[in-house]
Every structure is written in C-alpha cells, then in structure tokens.
C-alpha cells in the first residue's frame, strides 16, 4: 500500500475584512445576543484573531481542492497579540483557540500582518 500525503498548494481568499479588535468583539457579542446562540469561537495564530467563510461544496471546489487549491470566500481578522483563551466583554464570551501549529494559519496570520491598517496603531497596547 502506498500512502501520499499531499500539502495544500495554495490558498485563494477572495475578500478580507479587517476590524479593530475590541469593535469586531462588540459586534460578535451583539450578534450572539441576538440570535440567543451560544458561546462564539475564533481562531488565533501569531497575533492575528481570524475567522475564515468556505465556499459551499461543490463540483467545481472539489475539482479544485482536489488539485490543491483551497478558495475561501472571505477572512474576517483583527491583531491581536496577546493569546487569551477566553474573552469576556459586552455580556458575552468568546473562545479563542490557537492554531498557530497549523503552518496554512501561521503563514496566513503572516501575509494578513503585513497588509493590516492597525498593526501600528495595536502594537505595544496590550489588547
């Protein structure tokens, strides 16, 4: 038996929406009172909070995954340097979890560092 593994080629991300941390955490907990869910999770790598949107299965994304290529529809980010796992404003948690092991999600935090409009503006606030 042959077993292969065969790493992501690339990462297409069609739309990134970047927040100041503490307004996109404003805006979680009001969307989770709302709808009465429960507790909202995040992903945190490297000093960015991010929360991608797939594209829905279909024919034509299997076609390309199968190649390689992941296409996300959007990625939703803030800085964030500081890991905690669990953020308690507005009445509401938030969990985050650290998937800094994940090297799609390191490289990702990356790129999305370096385009970022607050970096400088968050750097050295402890958020």
Do not use: C
Request: overall charge negative; hydrophobic content about 40%; cysteine-free.
């Amino acid at each position: 038996m042959e077993i292969s593994i065969e790493p992501w080629k690339k990462l297409i991300i069609h739309e990134v929406i970047e927040y100041k941390f503490d307004d996109w955490v404003k805006q979680i907990a009001f969307s989770t009172r709302s709808s009465g869910g429960g507790i909202p999770t995040m992903q945190w790598t490297n000093g960015i909070v991010f929360s991608p949107a797939n594209f829905p299965t279909t024919n034509v994304t299997a076609e390309e995954q199968l190649k390689g290529v992941l296409h996300w529809s959007s990625v939703s980010f803030a800085i964030k340097e500081k890991f905690e796992k669990q953020i308690v404003k507005e009445n509401a948690t938030i969990n985050l979890v650290d998937v800094s092991v994940n090297e799609i999600f390191k490289e990702l935090a990356t790129s999305l560092k370096a385009q970022s409009k607050y970096v400088n503006l968050e750097s050295g606030k402890d958020q």
